[in-house]
């Protein structure tokens, strides 16, 4: 018995993008952030002085890759979903061979029984390959959520970056046109709040990279045990 197996082309796009965005931190929009710097001591600044458009762009961007992230996670999930019948249909018809494995040696039918012992390592085959199949597609969801969950760390984390970007400019604003030394107080306590905010969305943010990081590895872990199961079905053995 022969069951034709088809492997279709797994899903696994990295969103490199986001990955990539935090090296970018501090590095983009220096000219046109002097402003800020200039009534800030920067030997305090801990989170580096980005211009507005800058920050904005990645929010923009890690958007798009939340997007993006949740078109894989749905088609993910739908190539997942298609295997729990397949599987089952594969162990009922192992469940047939052995009912007449049973008869074959209960009547004495050697040859016939010869035959079917082949036929159930063939099963057995084709089952463990779409389980294969199905673990494949389970690392490749758990990826596709760990990147939506990645994206949506980055626009919370560059959208208090906005914010922090907003109110540093503030005590330029103010000291131009006569602000009290109260509400510059005030203004520095708001942005060092901010500061702390975005540090601790900015640690959030790393832990789920390295999340993804470590669910890619299991991915690729995964696709060289289908490949081993491939090459058992096609030789045979």
């Given amino acids: 018995m022969k069951t034709a197996v088809s492997v279709q082309p797994v899903l696994n796009r990295p969103i490199g993008l986001l990955l990539c965005i935090g090296l970018c931190l501090g590095l983009s929009g220096l000219s046109s952030a002097q402003t800020a710097a200039s009534t800030v001591d920067t030997s305090l600044v801990i989170i580096p002085t ?33 295997y729990d019948p397949k599987i089952a249909l594969a162990k009922k018809e192992i469940e047939v061979i052995d009912k007449k494995r049973d008869l074959a040696k209960k009547e004495k039918r050697d040859a016939d029984l010869v035959t079917l012992e082949v036929e159930k390592k063939s099963a057995e085959r084709v089952k463990d390959l779409l ?11 758990d990826v596709a959520k760990g990147e939506v969950d990645l ?30 030394a109260l509400s510059l107080g005030a203004t520095q306590q708001v942005v060092r709040e901010l500061e702390g905010r975005t540090l601790t969305a900015q640690k959030e943010m790393a832990d789920k990279q390295e999340t993804v990081a470590q669910r890619q590895k299991k991915l690729v872990e995964r696709r060289l045990q289908l490949f081993e199961s491939q090459g058992k079905l096609t030789s045979g053995k």
Wanted: neutral net charge; proline residues 1%.
């Fill in 131 to 141: 389980e294969r199949q199905r673990d494949l597609r389970d690392a490749e969801l």
């Fill in 50 to 82: 980005r211009t507005t458009d800058a920050v904005q762009a990645d929010i923009d961007n890690a958007r798009k890759a939340k997007s993006e992230a949740d078109v894989r996670r749905s088609a993910a999930q739908s190539l997942r979903d298609a």
């Fill in 151 to 180: 994206a949506l760390a980055g626009e919370t984390v560059y959208s208090l970056e906005l914010e922090l970007m907003k109110k540093r400019l503030e005590p330029a604003k103010s000291t131009g046109t006569g602000g009290s």
